[in-house]
């Protein structure tokens, strides 16, 4: 029983000597970022160009434009239905402005109708937030 215990302890004094150290890591809430929902006719040009090139795919991306930051969100062709896209959080830390969406389905598509392009849509949303000279992460 000794030996164990001198053991342990000569194990953890190697520890201490040899720079090992145990940390935790916490994700940081942050403080949420007031927002709107922008629509495509309320978009700058330079913002509505950058949706334009992407629309259609699944995307998310950063533009700024003045004291603005407008969060791009879309996802590919869907067919008919109602879709909206959920703004689950927007928040800053001290080092980066996390963004998360979602696409949500209402259950409205009509199943066997026949789909053509026209009953195909593209959803996409555009948050408008303040900008801060941070990094945006996107999570899933």
Do not use: H
Request: charged share 25%; hydrophobic share 40%; glycine share 6%.
């Amino acid at each position: 029983m000794r030996r164990k215990v001198k053991l342990m302890a000569a194990a953890v004094v190697l520890l201490l000597f040899t720079g090992c150290s145990v940390s935790v890591l916490k994700q940081e809430e942050g403080r949420d970022l007031e927002f709107t929902v922008v629509s495509r006719s309320e978009l700058p040009e330079e913002v509505e160009a950058v949706l334009d090139e992407k629309l259609g795919s699944s995307f998310q991306t950063a533009c700024q434009y003045g004291d603005s930051l407008y969060l791009l969100c879309g996802y590919p062709m869907q067919s008919a239905g109602d879709y909206s896209i959920r703004v689950n959080r927007l928040a800053a830390t001290e080092d980066a402005i996390y963004f998360q969406a979602e696409l949500v389905s209402e259950g409205n598509s009509q199943a066997g109708e026949t789909e053509s392009q026209e009953s195909r849509t593209a959803p996409w949303i555009a948050v408008k937030t303040e900008y801060l000279d941070l990094p945006v992460i996107f999570e899933p």
